[in-house]
């Protein structure tokens, strides 16, 4: 045993591969297994990540944070560009039906959070730089932490590795509440899922293909695939740089809104025109790309955060801890509830609003999981809708707070 915890501790592209192999498997059949007649899913990947990233923390054993960087930013892309892809054929349509007061909605939760974050910081006097991390944290906003970061080191104030260790803090939180909210808004609203109503569902095409026309697609999917996250890419790295106070930042979707805009409108143009058909957006080889994206950022995610708890001083982190809680929990929940009761929204839709308004991908895979037949596609649907604009909002709000209170 002495041997194998050694041979671990090398921090190699071996043990990180061996680490994400345990955690997708582990949580994979964790996720299966029914609880109280209820599935966790994939999420259960996620804990069983931050399970094992404890224990390897407690072990001394190392992850490669490059490799783990690329397969997370790759995990996530592919996911993100494939549901792109899926929901760009109905997307405009969606946007005409509800997608403004989606958009509004999504927008109150920001701003909602940020008031609170500002609040917090001026009453109880936290340091600026890390109060801006535990706020991209506790909203699991990576494009926000690397605004906020940006941001201080412009200034010359604060310290940038402050914004990062609160963003370690209060990631796990805002992983995680978006999918408390979802599951709060259910009992609280007493929703029963097979009295839902469906009409808001965009009717799919049945564009059926044979299996020859099919196979001859293979080499244009993976041109729709690769060509278009490439493209996506190129337009998240466009920069739109906009002056606050005398210091100019850059605004941009990044590499996950680009992507996903991107996709959107290859679905939407691509079905359209006839370059692409539902052969390719709703093939099997794409559906099962999209779940291994989404595996491995979720088994990272749980490794990578799981390792950090330990570096955190309980006493000192439990109040900022609380703090994340907060963010990331009173928006979401204020505004869920108001939609649900006012405005009798979709349950499936409303989960794809607080995934796509807290960029929380793994409040999509809950909300897909439990999406049944005939609900499925809607949280997504409505997570595009809202996902390019809180990115946007995420990334100025971040910087907009550094530059208040800094």
């Known amino acids: 045993m002495q041997h194998i915890i050694e041979y671990l501790v090398q921090s190699n592209s071996t043990t990180t591969l061996l680490m994400i192999a345990i955690t997708i498997c582990v949580g994979t059949i964790i996720g299966k297994a029914k609880i109280m007649s209820l599935r966790i899913g994939v999420i259960a990947v996620l804990f069983s990540g931050m399970i094992l990233g404890i224990v390897c923390g407690r072990l001394g054993i190392g992850l490669n944070a490059d490799m783990t960087g690329i397969l997370k930013d790759l995990g996530l892309i592919l996911f ?6 899926q929901v760009g054929p109905s997307f405009f349509a969606g946007l005409k039906k509800g997608g403004l007061r989606l958009n509004l909605q999504a927008f109150v939760i920001v ?9 917090i910081s001026e009453f109880d006097g936290v340091q600026p730089d890390m109060m801006a991390g535990i706020y991209s944290g506790a909203i699991s906003s990576t494009p926000g ?21 609160g963003y370690a803090l209060a990631y796990p939180i805002g992983v995680i509440i978006p999918i408390v909210c979802c599951i709060l808004i259910r009992r609280i609203c007493n929703v029963r899922i097979e009295d839902e109503n469906f009409n808001e569902i965009i009717g799919k095409a049945s564009d059926a293909k044979s299996s020859t026309e099919a196979a001859s697609s293979v080499g244009k999917s993976v041109i729709v695939l690769f060509g278009g996250i490439l493209f996506g890419l190129l337009v998240g790295s466009i920069a739109i740089h906009i002056t606050i106070k005398g210091t100019t930042v850059p605004m941009k979707l990044g590499y996950t809104g680009g992507p996903l805009v991107t996709a959107i409108l290859i679905g ?9 058909d539902s052969t390719i957006t709703n093939s099997e080889g794409y559906s099962l790309l999209k779940e291994v994206g989404l595996v491995i950022f979720m088994a990272l995610v749980g490794l990578t955060s799981g390792s950090k708890i ?12 609380i703090y994340g809680l907060i963010i990331a929990l009173l928006p979401t929940l204020i505004v869920g509830l108001f939609v649900r009761m006012r405005h009798k929204t979709n349950y499936f839709t409303l989960m794809g609003l607080i995934g796509g308004a807290t960029t929380d991908t793994p409040a999509l895979a809950y909300a897909n999981n439990v999406a049944t037949k005939r609900a499925e596609g809607l949280p997504a649907e409505a997570y595009a809708t809202v996902y390019p604009l809180t990115v946007f909002l995420r990334i100025l709000t971040a910087q907009f707070f550094v530059l208040i209170m800094l």
């Open 145 to 165: 932490l690397s605004a906020a970061q940006e941001t201080v080191r412009n200034l010359g104030a604060g310290d940038a590795e402050a914004v990062a260790a």
């Open 268 to 276: 939407h143009f691509g079905t359209k025109w006839g370059w692409i």
């Open 80 to 85: 993100i560009y494939i549901i792109g892809l």
């Open 111 to 119: 701003v909602l959070g940020l008031v609170i974050t500002l609040l």
């Open 310 to 321: 330990l570096e955190i001083n309980i006493l000192s982190g439990a109040k900022w801890i």
